[in-house]
């Protein structure tokens, strides 16, 4: 895996992992929950950053052990 610039996407990255917040909170009934959704965000940003595919992601939620 190829590590990012710390918090750096570009539009495209921003808009595919904006999406996959938006879906998964959906999914994991977080939508309306800012906290959660916060902490998700970190998350998914944090994936990002180790360089984790946007793809591979879910999967890698689904067995983290953070609860959001």
Known sequence: ?????WGVANPDQLAELSK??????IDMGINGDK??????A?????????????????RRLDSSPTSF
């Open 1 to 5: 895996m190829t590590r990012t610039q």
């Open 20 to 25: 996959l917040i938006e879906d998964y909170a």
């Open 35 to 40: 906290a959660a959704r916060d902490r998700l």
């Open 42 to 58: 970190a998350r998914v940003m944090d994936l990002f950053n180790e360089g984790v595919k946007p793809e591979d992601m879910k």
